[in-house]
């Protein structure tokens, strides 16, 4: 029996403003994954992505280590990784290689060769290049096509999406997560896997537009044709809805991050402006009464801003929303959300599901957990696509495509 037949555990990693999340799951012999476990810890020292107080941050996440290993039993010493950051950013740039043998096949070396002249290029001094991910592709300046491997032409061009961000800031992110021990096998992006885990091929097709609502950023994903088409990140995130109510209503954090979480709504209309929420008493707090249209009216003004600043992001992008808008993290708990999002596009929306996924029907209920279990669909498919093109069968198989194309 080969290696690639033994079970393995796959572990990913999401380190956030709000908490630290853990997901392992096994990986059969037959490709597929079910999660074994979900764990879930304080996270201290990270603010929008970035780790602020490294101390703080380390202990955070040797207990979230320690906290999931306890529960699900197993041994942690790798990890894929969920990147995340205001500071992140993506842009487009294309690459061009010249076929010149004479039959004119397009082969694997040529794909190989474009993806390493985009990483080839020189990122900005200061900024390091996270990732590149190809778009499309395009023969002799026609139509785009999504595997050129195998067609026939003269010039060879692909689209890249590359997603870069602030060298020194992702060194600390990954001395953080390095300092337990911890080894960092791959990573992704957080709105990127999100959207591998709650997105089908129809909705990539047809234009579906992806936001995390997360406790420090909010990001987004869009996709169309079945690609990547644009991703960012806002600085704004569920947190900002909590500080928003401490400040309005001289509330403690804690009792603000109740409130919402229990009582907030961002549909403020049709509410009477003269119903009151009370506002329990505990640990020193007497307790308060609030309108509940004021603090409706509150919470909305964030959410929207945040809204307005991805739609304006977007812009002409937001007509090709065939699929309309899906919505995760934990801020899309927030009541009437589904509503304001679709008042803001002019698109409907709705609170997505996770899909191609099997484990604890809790965990796949969370949407606070989507990218960090999508991170682990992504991990897992990476690994048995590893292990077929290891196995005796892969190996004929492409020695096989290999003769047949130069036999053509």
Same mark, same amino acid.
């Given at each position: 029996?080969?290696?690639w037949?033994k079970?393995?555990h796959v572990v990913?990693?999401?380190v956030g403003?709000? $908490?630290?999340?853990?997901a392992?799951?096994?990986l059969?012999s037959?490709?597929g994954?079910?999660?074994l476990?979900t764990?879930?810890?304080a ?5 929008k992505?970035?780790i602020?107080?490294p101390?703080?941050?380390?202990v955070a996440?040797r ?13 942690v010493?790798?990890v894929?990784?969920?990147l995340?950051g205001s500071?992140l950013?993506c842009?487009?740039r294309?690459?061009v290689?010249e076929i010149l043998?004479e039959d ?6 040529d ?5 390493h ?7 900005n001094a200061g900024?390091f ?5 190809p778009?499309?592709y395009?023969?002799?300046?026609g139509?785009?096509v ?5 067609m026939i032409?003269?010039?060879l ?6 997603v870069h ?8 992110f990954?001395k953080c997560?390095?300092?337990p021990g ?6 992704a992006l957080?709105p ?5 885990a709650i997105l089908n091929e ?11 609502m997360g406790?420090g950023l909010?990001?987004y ?9 644009k991703m ?6 569920g947190?900002?809805v909590?500080?928003?109510i401490s =400040?309005?209503f001289h509330?403690?954090l804690?009792?603000?991050e109740?409130?919402k979480c229990s009582?907030?709504t961002?549909?403020?209309?049709g ?7 009370q506002v329990?008493a ?6 308060k009464n609030?309108?509940?249209k004021?603090?409706?009216?509150v919470c ?11 739609r304006?992001e977007l ?8 699929a309309g808008?899906?919505?995760t993290g934990g801020?899309s708990?927030l009541?009437g959300v ?5 008042s803001?596009?002019?698109k409907?929306?709705?609170c ?9 029907a ?7 957990l989507?990218a960090?279990?999508g991170?682990?669909l992504?991990?897992? =498919?990476k690994?048995?696509?590893?292990r $077929?093109?290891?196995?005796p069968?892969g190996?004929?198989?492409?020695a096989?495509?290999q003769?047949r194309m130069?036999a053509?």
């Amino acid at each position: 029996m080969g290696f690639w037949r033994k079970d393995k555990h796959v572990v990913a990693l999401e380190v956030g403003t709000c $908490k630290i999340a853990v997901a392992v799951g096994s990986l059969g012999s037959d490709g597929g994954m079910n999660i074994l476990g979900t764990s879930e810890t304080a996270s201290a020292g990270v603010r929008k992505g970035e780790i602020v107080d490294p101390k703080a941050a380390a202990v955070a996440l040797r207990d979230a280590i320690l906290a999931a290993e306890t529960k699900i039993g197993v041994t942690v010493d790798e990890v894929n990784l969920v990147l995340s950051g205001s500071h992140l950013q993506c842009e487009e740039r294309v690459t061009v290689k010249e076929i010149l043998r004479e039959d004119n096949h397009i082969i694997e070396a040529d794909v190989a060769e474009v993806h390493h002249m985009v990483q080839e290029q020189h990122e900005n001094a200061g900024r390091f290049r996270v990732t590149e991910m190809p778009r499309s592709y395009s023969i002799d300046g026609g139509e785009p096509v999504q595997d050129p491997v195998g067609m026939i032409g003269r010039r060879l061009e692909a689209v890249f999406m590359v997603v870069h961000g602030v060298q020194g800031r992702l060194q600390n992110f990954v001395k953080c997560v390095h300092e337990p021990g911890i080894a960092i096998v791959d990573y992704a992006l957080g709105p990127v896997v999100a959207a591998e885990a709650i997105l089908n091929e129809d909705q990539k097709q047809s234009g579906a537009l992806v936001i995390d609502m997360g406790g420090g950023l909010t990001h987004y994903a869009f996709f169309c044709d079945g690609r990547l088409e644009k991703m960012g990140v806002v600085g704004i995130g569920g947190d900002h809805v909590t500080q928003d109510i401490s =400040r309005a209503f001289h509330l403690p954090l804690r009792q603000s991050e109740q409130i919402k979480c229990s009582m907030a709504t961002v549909d403020d209309d049709g509410l009477d402006p003269e119903q009151v929420l009370q506002v329990p008493a505990s640990n020193g707090f007497a307790g308060k009464n609030i309108y509940a249209k004021s603090l409706a009216t509150v919470c909305r003004l964030r959410v929207e801003e945040t809204l307005e600043i991805i739609r304006e992001e977007l812009g002409e992008q937001v007509k090709l929303f065939g699929a309309g808008i899906l919505l995760t993290g934990g801020g899309s708990r927030l009541k009437g959300v589904e509503s304001l999002v679709s008042s803001v596009f002019g698109k409907p929306s709705l609170c997505a599901r996770m899909h191609h996924l099997s484990g604890d029907a809790e965990d796949l209920s969370r949407p606070e957990l989507s990218a960090v279990l999508g991170m682990l669909l992504t991990a897992t =498919r990476k690994e048995a696509k590893t292990r $077929k093109l290891k196995s005796p069968l892969g190996m004929f198989k492409r020695a096989w495509e290999q003769v047949r194309m130069f036999a053509f």
